[in-house]
């Protein structure tokens, strides 16, 4: 689940599974499973267990994704190669 503010550009992820690397102006970090991470232009990126892994899964569930592909700036190749699958 991935999680972005849009008055501050706070970022938050919560990995329920798999693994993931994130690099942010303020370093890189790797997250395996039931791991979580914030950050802010303010603080230093950081790595947390995941305490309530239902809680999360629940919400990423219920709440469907939101895109808007022409917000995506893709490049026509960009968009060759997503094809319908970005509309």
Do not use: C
């Amino acid at each position: 689940m991935l999680e972005v503010a849009e008055t501050n550009s706070a970022l938050h992820l919560a990995l329920i599974d798999g693994r993931v690397g994130l690099e942010t102006s303020a370093g890189t970090i790797a997250l395996e499973k039931a791991k979580t991470s914030n950050y802010s232009p303010v603080n230093l990126l950081t790595k947390t267990a995941l305490i309530n892994i239902p809680a999360n899964l629940q919400w990423a569930l219920y709440y469907p994704a939101v895109l808007n592909p022409d917000e995506l700036n893709l490049s026509p190749d960009d968009q060759r190669a997503f094809g319908r699958s970005a509309r």
